[in-house]
């Protein structure tokens, strides 16, 4: 910006450097990578559609999309939203979750495509 | 059709209040509502094209591309919304004062019309792509029921401009004094929700793996994705379930947006108009 003159401008560059170095610091930190699940759709079914998974870890669905039409995988419950276009797969990361019953669906057919997490 | 309404005019509320506040905040400089036009249609393009290729995204940066897609054309929307609000903090004045010279203000202005009319597009094209997606779907598989499906993505549609069109006059009904600050105040905060939510995607695409606690869960007392929460969740960036480092990002955007906008501003008397957020 053209009016940054002295203070705010060392400011603002103080804070996007400490914030560029975080993100690197964060990268080189990641967690061995997490357990990953998979899943096809396939009409308005999820195959499992009840998935199992340990309370407290995060871990990764691999959905994979058999339909000719795109879905919207989401959850409320889970708080993840991903487009998956027909005849392709996604990874969607979901963190650690208490013990309980988490609810996910294809959100253009959310009546019909529905699943459950269980995390015990 | 309702569920096709609906499911539409969800992903609408978002991109329809953003249009309402960059018009009304644009009202008095020449030329914004063409500006805004040209924004909604690029964003419209770019859905399409963002739809076409939502394969190919998905699958980029090892199955987290649209995150890191979503993320940055955030992060470019917020750049914008700061860009603003620093030339209204520069201009808000002269422009308020009932234009003393329209012309100048135009041409001063065209810079800002361009980060508005990006940010417009940048709100089209996030909720966009998954609306053509949706009616693509609808289109190749649902075939005679189809139409009424499509019918009702029109409503919701229409339905997405008259919040638009809502926003716009009940911004106007704030007398001229005072509507830049009001909303450059909408902007900050528009802004400050964008950033967390930009920083929530990188999150969940595992590029950030810091401060990842969830602060609080207010989901069952308003859930986010319901239309009041989403509406909330466009005007003040609402989570019903934020990370301590989506806090710390909404509090640092609406902290740099003061500073700039108090460091920018005309010296003297501009001093009380400038310290509007």
Known sequence: MLCLHGAPKRALILVSGGLSLLAFASLAVEAKDPMTYEMTLKGQSFTPAELKVPAGEPFIIKLKNENDAPAEFESKDMKFEKVVAGHSEILTRVKALPGGEFEFYDEYHEDEARGTVVSE | MLAALIIVFREVVEAGIVVGIVLAATRSVGGSRLWAAAGVVAGVLGSCLVAIFAGAIASAFEGFGQELFNASILAVAVVMLIGHNI????????????????????????????????VVGIAV????????????????????????????????LILGAGLSALTYLGLIKVPARHLFRVTS??????????????????????????????????????SETSIVGRVLHTLIGYSDQPTALQLVTYAATLAVIYLLTRACSSPGKNRAASANT
């Not at chain 2, 030339?87 to 808000?92: F, L, Q």
């Not at chain 2, 909720?127 to 993505?153: H, K, M, P, Q, R």
């Open chain 2, 87 to 118: 030339w209204m903090a520069r201009h808000g004045r002269e422009l308020a004062e009932d234009i003393r010279a329209t012309g100048e203000a135009i041409a001063r202005g065209s810079k800002s019309l361009l980060a508005l009319a990006v």
């Open chain 2, 185 to 222: 105040l909408m902007i900050a905060f528009l802004a400050a929700g964008m950033a967390a939510q930009a920083v929530l995607f990188l999150e969940q695409a595992g590029v950030i793996d810091v401060l990842g606690g969830t602060v609080w869960d207010s989901s069952a007392l308003l």
């Open chain 2, 125 to 156: 094209l996030r909720e966009g792509s998954e609306i053509v997606l949706f009616l693509y779907g609808i289109a190749i598989t649902d075939g005679g029921s189809g139409a009424s499906l499509i019918l009702g993505g029109i409503g919701g």
